[in-house]
Structure formats: C-alpha cells, structure tokens
C-alpha cells in the first residue's frame, strides 16, 4: 500500500471513529435525558406525591386532573362515595345501583365513544376489566386506570390512595384517601372494642343465593364478622362459593343474606336442618353493606353485631342534663332545641358541634364551620359508639345525646 492510499485508510478511519464517538455523546445525552424528562413523574406506586398531577399510578400517568370519571366498578364506586369526590363522576355501570349514583347514566365499557360522550376522561376499573376492553377504550382516547380491590386491612390504604390520587392528585387526593381508609378501620376497630371478647364462639355465615355463593375467606369483607364478634364459618372457603357440606357440617347459629333471599332459605328443604333456621334466625342484610369496600363495611359491621349482641343497643337514652357552665355549647340537651345539621351546612351550629365532637375525641382537625366529608364522618363514629343509627347526619337526637354527659367518648385506638 503506497504513501498516498495510506493517507487516505487513515484519514477514512479517523472520520469513522469521529463519528461513532459523536453517535455515543449524542446517545448517552438522550439516554440522560430520558432518564431525566420520561421517567414515571409523582409516582405513587410506594407513597404521596410530592405534587398533584402529572401521577403516575399503576403505571398509567394521568397528566392533569380530570374533568370527569367513568366508574366501572361498584367497588371503586363505593370508595369514592366513600371520600366525598363523587362530583367528579359523569357515569357509571350499570352495576354500580347506590341510590347516591342513579341519576347518572349508565355507560358500558363496551361503548367507548358513548362513555366520552358523557364528559369523561378517565375511566376508573378493577380485575373485572378484560384487557381487550382496556385496550378498545385507551384507543379511543380515553385513559384507564385499572385498581385492584384490597385484599386484606392493609391494602384498604392503598386502594383508597391510589383512587384518590386518580381524581385529586398524588398530593391531595392520595392522602385524602389514607386518611378516609383510617377512619374506617378506626371506626371498625371501635365496634370490635364495643362488641369485647366473648366466652362462647358464635357462628355466622353471609349468602348471596341458595346455590352457594357467599362471603368466604379469601376476601377482605370476611374479616367483619371477626369485628362483629362472629366467626364465619365459609372462613375456610375461597371464590365466593360456600359448599353444602361445609355450610351442614358448620350449622351457623345466625345466617345473613341478601335482601328478598330470607324466605327462600327458611323454607327450603335443604337448609331445614340448620339451627339458625329452626330458631329464626335468618336476617337480610343488603349486599351493598358487605360485597364492597366502601362505607357499608362499617354498616355491615355494626349490623351483625347489634343484631347477635341487641344488648350493645340498649343503652341509648338521652339525658336530659344540661351541659355544664363553660361547656362548649349552651344549646338546650331537648331534642326539640336542635335543627338537623348535615353535609353542605356551615355556620355556628356546625362550628359547636364540630367543638364538641373534637372534646370527645372523634374530630381532628380544627373546627371550620363547614359540614364536609370529614364531620359526616366524624358524626357517624360518634353514632355507632353511642349505639344509634350511623347516618353521618347530626338529628336532633343525635345532637342532644352528644351535648349530653351521657355521650360516650371515643377510646383511645391501639392501631
């Protein structure tokens, strides 16, 4: 190879591995670069977000907050109940039936452009979406976001962390959410402590139709007979499926079931022979209380207990004792003083009786004069320790118990 054509080989080379070393610069500063500006932002998959939006949650990033929610998921619809934020949904199932949803219609996953025609940006989801239906609405523009239900105590924050984060932000909603799964464990915690342990194991079990399909053990809502002073016997069962065998062997002392199915099982041949049969002691208890993870958990709850244990409801009354001088309110303890107060109200009552809720330690946070979610749920814990009625609503009577030295104060949690 003579002078010249060395040159040029050289020169050939030198440009060659100029330009690879360009290409690597230029690829590790987009790889940088990626690794700054594409990675999941607000990921919440471990924790609260540092901002609102963008989130990232199960891996779907939602970029702002959205103007409106399709829920397709009677659980997922109960939790946002649950937190106040229903205002955001424009649809929903048609097996989402609370009475609070019914004026919203009713869309199905399988009408993508008719769920956008509702004013809805993001779909809300759990295992019961197929992904080919995922993959049929993401196409159509929308963002879906699949969140599994809890299953057991300590998933329930995450479940409602990860749902408020989808509406409100990895801020704001996700520990709006955390701190309406506290208060319901709070509360269940409190009934338990009510109920107290008990000498004698009594039986229970939750049927959904006469072909089997019950509350087992393998979900979450199993664990409220356990709080109500009830040991389910389909503890042991999984799927949702109770067999006979099982269901004989066990012979509940006290059945519950859905309303309309009592009849149907005292009459039935095959449940004949079970004490809770012979005894009466069959009770309908709406499904809504116990198939979902929303506020009906505590209603379910709070059921089976006053019902097995009626003694806990018998100390209700009402003193008609003034409140001491310097109480926290001068309004008459007269049920017939007093004005129904719920969510929406705002001004002094609210503010007196927020007061009053904060000195028996059910109220948190400092009184803001405005009826919201958290006295709605503050008012209900005060009602199921006091043996009435959790209605999140401050009736008269509910107001001239609380006013009352026979209000019953929250004990301390241990959890």
Do not use: H
Request: aromatic share 6%; hydrophobic share 35%.
């Amino acid at each position: 190879m003579d002078r010249q054509e060395t040159k040029k080989t050289f020169g050939f080379a030198k440009k060659k591995w100029g330009k690879r070393l360009l290409a690597g610069i230029l690829a590790g500063a987009m790889l940088l670069l990626s690794a700054v500006g594409c990675s999941s932002p607000n990921d919440v998959t471990s924790g609260a977000g540092t901002s609102d939006f963008p989130v990232t949650i199960n891996g779907v990033t939602i970029s702002s907050e959205p103007e409106g929610v399709a829920v397709l998921s009677p659980n997922l619809a109960e939790v946002v109940l649950a937190m106040g934020y229903e205002i955001k949904l424009k649809a929903r199932s048609a097996d989402c039936t609370n009475e609070e949803l019914s004026v919203l219609p009713a869309v199905s996953p399988e009408d993508p452009e008719g769920i956008k025609a509702t004013g809805a940006s993001l779909v809300l989801g759990d295992e019961a979406l197929t992904e080919e239906q995922v993959n049929s609405l993401t196409q159509a523009g929308l963002t879906v976001l699949v969140i599994p239900s809890a299953k057991d105590r300590q998933d329930l924050s995450r479940l409602y962390a990860q749902t408020g984060a989808a509406l409100k932000g990895g801020s704001t909603g996700y520990t709006k959410g955390e701190k309406t799964a506290d208060n319901i464990l709070i509360t269940l915690d409190d009934i338990q402590r009510a109920v107290g342990e008990r000498e004698t194991v009594t039986t229970a079990c939750y049927l959904v139709d006469l072909q089997g399909a019950a509350i087992t053990g393998d979900s979450m809502q199993s664990r409220l007979f356990e709080l109500a002073g009830l040991s389910n016997i389909a503890a042991g069962s999984e799927n949702g499926q109770l067999t006979d065998s099982v269901l004989n062997s066990s012979d509940p002392n006290y059945i519950f079931c859905i309303t309309g199915l009592k009849d149907a099982i005292l009459t039935s041949e095959k449940y004949a022979g079970l004490t809770a049969v012979q005894q009466g002691k069959v009770y309908e208890m709406p499904y809504d209380y116990i198939a979902y993870q929303g506020r009906g958990m505590i209603q379910a709850c709070s059921f089976m207990a006053g019902t097995v244990y009626p003694e806990l409801l018998e100390n209700n009354s009402v003193s008609s004792v003034p409140p001491e001088e310097g109480s926290s309110s001068d309004i008459p303890v007269d049920p017939s003083g007093y004005t129904t107060l719920k969510s929406g109200d705002s001004g002094e009552a609210v503010t007196r009786l927020q007061e009053r809720l904060a000195e028996l330690g059910y109220f948190y946070v400092n009184p803001t004069g405005n009826y919201l979610d958290v006295t709605v749920q503050c008012v209900k814990d005060f009602q199921l320790l006091n043996n009435m009625a959790a209605t999140g609503i401050a009736d008269p009577e509910t107001q001239a118990l609380l006013f009352s030295d026979e209000a019953i104060p929250r004990p301390e949690s241990n959890s």
